[in-house]
């Protein structure tokens, strides 16, 4: 540890891997469904490419959940995700390489990619 | 990147309600559902509700798992790692509220909690270096080598009105000051880490929890007076704080916190452990330096003041180890910051070991002025099985017992003196209506007696007399004119014994005379123990109206002082009963009496 500005730089690389410990009230928060259907229809994929591409980004305001049934099974794996102050947005039938999509189109961004979203998917069957 | 971090408290209290094989069980578990690229577990230091111990708390959700078994953890594991449903059963009830979740910070444990010498006990993995950085770890460090003089330092050290958390209470800017006038050469910076007084563990919490935080204010100090050793004096008897010590110790000296030219500022400085025997004296600063120079731990005449000739003859400082917790905090956010919390005298917060007679048992950190209401009814959730609050010992064997009636006490230095008591080093031990005062001061006294060193005689053979008093009230051979003689002795031991353990060591007894007089008249004047503790002066006796003649007190009798036939009334034999209550718990009749 040579300078100062060396540790505040260790710190500020550090500190992404804990922020998961802090009041995350003000985050976004992704929720990826995880009961029986969800696991069966391919959940954890999605749930460890959510995480990687989080960790990837650095995005420091996104929390990674998990969370049970919500009773759409066969429009598993079902991610939700919440913005402070805006509507739930629900995706549904995800996959990895969509989840990635989302990182940057709808977290980075802020475009809700409509075509994933379940009133696209699921349309007037609904 | 994991998505989900699991904190297990591995401090002394979780470890020894088995928090190890919980964190190997979640270990196995986690690999056996295939997360353990997900799932981080980590060890920390203590959360501080020890009473619901072995404590786990998942995060992102900050769920806070109590009393957690090793046959639970496979269901937190599939329930809740994996299918992100929260285990409710488990759930410490406080944080469970009309079946919504609060967080814990606003459960009345926590609620008026304010930590700050714990503020990553229970947070961050004490055995890795980078966790105490995340948390701006040895950024105070690098700001004082980098920006600050040992003049500002003393400057902010004096602002902030931070005063030694040991139990005297002397400012801590004074102690370096004295040390930084003396001419430069070898200096010393001492960590005080003997922690020695019955019921407290705050300093044992820190070392486990939180080391770097440390070793960090050590060098801080070392800069400002112009050392470059420093000693941490701990007890053997804490083998897990001296493991992360060590630790710790191994890991600042790689990445270069502490060793040659530190922040390439030329500013030397390294740290060695020193582990103490177990003596109660050696916490006394004179007796500890003594020790560590390899002597029988005695303490000596001061002045010449440690700051002028100490360890080794050398100018040094000692410090406790919660004091040095605060500083890298202080030094970081400003001395005004610490010097807003607290009361006029006293700054900043200090840590309180809840213990005896009390609902959460456990390590509790609240601003100085709080009162002592607040502590034991609010975050201590009072006396359990609805007994009354009696009074509350603080300060350990160097203290004294705070009666009910100053319940509304604010909490700081002087108002614990002024009421013939003292901070120590923040033991907290309640007491209800089953506890004999005499009693209590009869086993301080007898804390202190076997722990005097025997250096001075007022200390050496005061306090057995004092004892000796203490023991014939407490059989009911005490005379009144005992409790004159009593308070006279203790006078005299305070004025005359040579160093900080003589000198307070009647305090106990001084203030249970004051507060609770009319209870050592009762045991003087009617052979009488109001609590019903002191075994020589009860009477365990046999109603031979509600006596059945079950025989079930006689067989559980261990000196066979119960006799009689079958179903017929029963008799003890007063001179072979041991008055150890053994038929009182067995007869379902209640038809044994304690008088």
Redesign the interface.
């Known amino acids: 540890?040579?300078?100062?500005a060396e540790?505040?730089a260790?710190?500020d690389k550090?500190?992404t891997?804990?922020g998961?410990?802090a009041?995350?009230s003000g985050n976004t928060r992704v929720?990826?469904g995880?009961?029986t259907c969800g696991?069966a229809a391919g959940a954890r994929p999605v749930?460890?490419a959510?995480?990687?591409e989080?960790?990837k980004k650095n995005l420091q305001n996104v929390?990674?959940?998990?969370?049970?049934c919500i009773g759409i099974c066969q429009y598993e794996p079902v991610v939700e995700v919440f913005e402070p102050g805006k509507e739930k947005v629900t995706y549904v039938k995800m996959t990895p390489e969509k989840a990635s999509q989302i990182v940057q189109k709808h977290l980075i961004n802020g475009q809700v990619v409509q075509e994933y979203t379940i009133g696209a998917v699921a349309g007037s069957k609904l | 990147m994991y998505r989900s971090h699991v904190l297990c408290c591995g401090g002394t209290g979780c470890t020894s309600s088995g928090s190890a094989k919980i964190i190997e069980e979640f270990e196995k578990e986690i690999a056996a559902t295939g997360l353990t690229e997900e799932v981080k577990v980590v060890k920390t230091g203590c959360f501080g509700l020890c009473a619901l111990g072995p404590v786990v708390i998942v995060y992102p959700e900050g769920s806070f798992y109590s009393r957690v078994k090793p046959e639970d953890v496979k269901e937190i594991v599939d329930e809740h790692l994996l299918k992100g449903r929260i285990v409710k059963r488990l759930l410490y009830t406080e944080t469970v509220v009309e079946d919504k979740i609060k967080s814990l910070d606003e459960t009345d444990f926590y609620k008026k909690q304010k930590r700050v010498a714990l503020r990553n006990c229970g947070v961050i993995d004490p055995e890795d270096i980078n966790e105490y950085i995340a948390y701006d770890g040895y950024m105070a460090l690098g700001k004082v080598l980098t920006e600050m003089t040992p003049e500002d330092v003393i400057e902010t050290l004096k602002v902030s009105g931070l005063r030694g958390r040991g139990g005297a209470g002397f400012p801590t800017w004074l102690k370096w000051n004295f040390a930084k006038a003396q001419p430069p050469g070898q200096k010393y910076v001492c960590c005080n880490a003997d922690e020695g007084d019955p019921g407290a563990f705050m300093d044992r919490s820190v070392l486990e929890g939180d080391p770097h935080s440390v070793l960090e204010a050590m060098a801080i100090a070392g800069y400002t007076i112009g050392a470059s050793q420093g000693y941490i004096y701990v007890r053997a008897e804490y083998p897990i704080a001296v493991k992360r010590l060590e630790i710790a110790l191994n890991q600042a000296r790689e990445m270069g916190f502490l060793g040659k030219n530190i922040f390439e500022t030329g500013f030397d400085f390294d740290i060695d452990i020193r582990l103490g025997a177990g003596a109660f004296v050696c916490g006394e600063e004179t007796a500890l330096m003594t020790s560590i120079e390899g002597h029988r731990g005695e303490p000596r005449p001061r002045p010449p003041f440690p700051a002028v000739k100490g360890l080794f003859g050398k100018p040094s400082i000692l410090n406790n180890v919660e004091t040095w917790a605060n500083i890298p905090q202080i030094i970081l956010n400003g001395p005004e910051w610490f010097a807003s919390m607290g009361t006029e005298k006293s700054k900043g917060t200090k840590v309180f070991a809840l213990g005896g007679k009390i609902h959460n048992t456990g390590l509790v950190e609240v601003p100085m002025g709080t009162t002592l209401r607040e502590i034991v009814e609010e975050i201590g959730g009072g006396c359990p099985n609805g007994k009354k609050f009696k009074a509350a010992q603080t300060g350990g064997p160097s203290g004294g017992c705070i009666p009910a009636s100053l319940i509304d006490t604010e909490i700081d230095y002087d108002n614990l003196i002024a009421i013939g008591s003292m901070m120590g080093s923040g033991g907290l031990i309640v007491m209800d209506e089953d506890n004999c005062m005499v009693d209590i001061a009869k086993f301080f006294l007898e804390f202190t007696v076997d722990e005097s060193c025997g250096k001075c005689t007022p200390c050496r053979i005061g306090t057995k007399r004092l004892y000796e008093m203490l023991d014939r009230i407490t059989r009911g051979e005490g005379k009144m004119e005992d409790l004159d003689k009593m308070e006279e002795l203790c006078y005299y031991i305070k004025e005359n014994a040579l160093c900080g353990l003589g000198q307070t060591a009647p305090n106990p007894v001084l203030s249970t005379l004051k507060y609770f007089r009319d209870e050592y008249e009762a045991h003087v004047k009617e052979k009488r123990c109001p609590a019903g503790v002191c075994k020589h002066l009860l009477q365990y006796q046999i109603v031979a109206d509600k006596c059945k003649g079950c025989t079930l007190c006689a067989r559980n009798c261990p000196v066979g002082a119960i006799a009689g036939t079958v179903k017929n009334p029963h008799v003890i034999d007063q001179s072979k009963c041991i008055k150890c209550g053994a038929c009182i718990e067995k007869c379902k009749f209640g038809a044994i009496v304690r008088k």
Do not use: C, H, P, Y
Request: aromatic share 2%; proline share 0%; charged share 20%.
């Open positions: 540890m040579k300078s100062l540790l505040q260790l710190r550090v500190k891997n804990m998961i410990r009041d995350d929720v990826v995880m009961a696991i749930l460890q959510f995480t990687e989080v960790a929390t990674i959940a998990q969370t049970g």
